[in-house]
């Protein structure tokens, strides 16, 4: 051990074999009975106190706390939800190495190691454990890469490639052959499909991940071998190079990978949000690379690009029509079969298997709704004259929610389409001048909003377009040989919507649900199988449930006359709340769902009190999000966890926040009948209570029931998936009043709950739990569940 590893927290390796035998013997709880440490380590150059393990299903860290060490902390990563990890080897003047994993909702996860372990084999089995099935990407193997690297073996990027990070194609079998040898990080059969260079650094797309090698330091000895997997990338553009002066070409993919969020103003929330990468014109086939990841993440092109199919004409471009139109660069419809030739064959965007359904012109620039994706088209250049073309792709599983707006009154006469997007693109804008405050963030690409002429486009159509792409259960998407439709795009017989909006914003609380099924399927805003199970109406504004979604009416502005309607379907919720009425002042209850995504995604309803069965509600939500989840018991043994008797202090305790266990079975009972909670397969595992409060592990979910106000009538019920939950961590009992501690993380949120002193065997319960439910939900890949149901 050396006093710079000492200082430095360096990791030695410990024998896994012993250390596993070891921990087995002092705690046995914390593996599982089929889970093999493989790798150990030890901080403090091996003489530490936290111990870090990657076993065949998780990373697990062992932090001690405290002076004594007697609180322990285990935080457990499972592999299933690692999006992204690296290893870096040492240096020169520095001369630790690391290890980093990317997970969701914990966020980075990294140690540092001494000199003398070689990493790369870590790095090898972390590749095995993590990139298998999905996690690997869609396979492409079918796809066609016009691979022009052959002209290019050998050529070496100049000085100014290097010093504006342009990258250069180079021979992808020279570079796997290398790959797999020296260094050996690649997979037996994983394979090379396009490889890059800028002086050092390297990028690299193979059949399994995307691999970013970056020399760091004057002499590079020390490197970083960055994997990003495939289902990490929600979406990605193309530039092409301009004149002269912009030779060069470019590649942005936008990543769903977490990060401390950073709050200074000029920076991303999340730097983990993009890749820049730029290429030398004319040393990289742009195209190719987008084809390729198109394939990756839309699926294989499996038709020769001669024989795309036809899309229908018929939507006839008439021009702007409108100098405010074309001033405010509003969408309006044009022929889709134009887009499909010109983006098949000019400029080639497309799968051969892609049709263009519906596409759009604004002043100069182009979107398009294709049978896999969006993309917009934006032309640069004054007046869009420039060469310069930028092609972002936006798949259909990475839109969360969506809504359509009409147009206002006055000067705003423009129509909208608002998607909320699953990744985290939010930016903090820098302060125009120093003494001004700081400016809210921006959303950038994580919510668009995207304006159409109102006499252009007909906003059902678009409405109808995307129920039938965006909302599939799981996101899976479909094939292109089951094209949405025609019907779908047929235009609206005039004055449908205007009639149906006017039906929504003057049937003030008259919500019947035969009535508002019969509005409903005039307007085609409901899908054949679809019907409206619940209805709720506040002032002007109103939500209802259907059988495939939450659909929220939103009525704007001093006159109303804009109104929109937001979809939202029930495999993108992640977690709900219903709360009751409290005295006879405080009448209203609410209905809250937080939706995947990061900007704005949160839906509250107020529901008048008598008018509304709050449980009815949630059981209605709980149906589509854990109806399907597995409803047996994830411990041992269950009958040998019983709730410890409560001694004074402990039972103090519980009212100062710490929270003591309850009985399972009795709660079982209780939540079945009176409220009705639980659904008929379900059963509470642990149960704690905290002052009036109350912290419930079931089978399929965590539930808080919190009490509020002075009376504690008013009780909110949340509820959260355990299939959604992505890592955890407990904290043993320390000394003192210190009482152990869970912690839950999830994608969009956390959990975090103290327990009181003296249950310290309870916590190792919620360990077995948490383990046996979410790597089953990770196994199974099973949470959003497609059940069929009949509403009225």
Known sequence: MGFMDYIGDNAAQ?????????????????????????????????????????????????????????????????????????????????????VKLFAHGIGKVSFDLVKTIDVLPIYRFLS?????????????????????????????????????SNYAQIDKEMVES????????????????????????????????????????????KVEYLTILWPAIKGYSIETAGNIFDRDTELTLFFNLPDTECYAEGCPRNFLTRMKIDFRDGQADLFAVQRYISDKLLGPDEVAYSQHGNTTAGHIDTGSGSILAWLGDDNR????????????????????????????????????????????????????MGKKM??????????SAFSVRSAGSWVDNDSEVCLWLDFDDIFNPPRANEDDSQPPPIPRKSYLE??????????????????????VVNHSLKPYTSPVSQNLLVPSPPGTSDKFMDWIGENAYALDNAEINEKFREAELLQDDER????????????????????????????????????????????????????????????????????NNNIKQDLRKGTSDIFAIQSFISHFIIGNADGRTALANAQSYQPPTPDSMTSFLGYLNDAHMKDATELTATLRATPALLQSDESIEAAFKCGRDMFLISTKRIIIVDKEGVSGNRVQYKSYPLGFNAAFRIETEGHLLSGSEVKIYTEHYSIKQELAKGQKDIVWMIHEILSGKIFAALESNDTAPQIPVVVG
């Open 14 to 98: 410990l024998d896994a074999v012993e250390y596993e035998n070891e921990l087995r013997e002092k705690d046995p709880r914390v593996l599982q009975p089929d889970e093999q440490i493989v790798y150990a380590f030890a901080g403090r150059g091996g003489s530490g106190r936290d111990h870090y393990m990657l076993t065949n299903k998780r990373v697990i860290v062992r932090d001690k706390k405290g002076m004594t060490g007697k609180r322990i902390k285990y935080t457990s990563v499972p592999y299933k939800s690692v999006r992204a990890f690296s290893v870096e080897t040492t240096g020169n003047v520095d001369k630790d190495q690391e």
């Open 128 to 164: 095995s454990v993590i990139i298998q099935g999905e996690m690997a990407g869609m396979n492409a193997d079918g796809a066609v890469v016009f691979d022009s690297s052959a002209q290019m073996v050998g050529s070496s990027t100049g000085f100014f490639d290097i010093f504006g």
């Open 178 to 221: 290398s790959l797999k040898s020296n260094p050996n990080i690649l997979l037996d059969d994983e394979k090379v499909e396009m490889a890059f260079k800028c002086g050092r650094d390297s990028f690299i797309l193979t059949s399994c991940r995307l691999l970013k090698i970056d020399g760091q330091g004057i002499s590079g000895k």
């Open 333 to 384: 419809m044009i022929d889709p079969s134009d887009a499909n030739r010109q983006f098949h064959s000019e400029m080639p965007i497309l799968q051969a298997c892609e049709n263009v359904e519906l596409a759009f012109k604004g002043r100069r620039d182009m979107l398009l709704f294709t049978t896999k994706r969006v993309i917009f088209v934006d032309v640069q250049g004054f007046l869009g």
């Open 390 to 399: 930028e092609f972002t792709s936006l798949p259909y599983s990475t839109i």
């Open 450 to 471: 995207i304006d159409f002429q109102k006499d252009k486009v007909d906003m059902l159509v678009l409405h109808r377009y995307l129920s039938e792409r965006a909302m």
């Open 532 to 599: 409206v199970a619940f209805a709720f109406k506040t002032g002007r504004d109103s939500l209802y449930l259907t059988n495939k979604r939450l659909l929220v009416f939103d009525v704007h502005g001093f006159t109303g006359k804009k109104k929109e309607y937001m979809s939202v379907s029930w495999d993108s919720i992640r977690t709900w709340s219903v709360e009751s009425a409290g005295s006879s002042i405080d009448r209203d209850m609410e209905l809250s769902v937080l939706f995947k995504g990061y900007w």
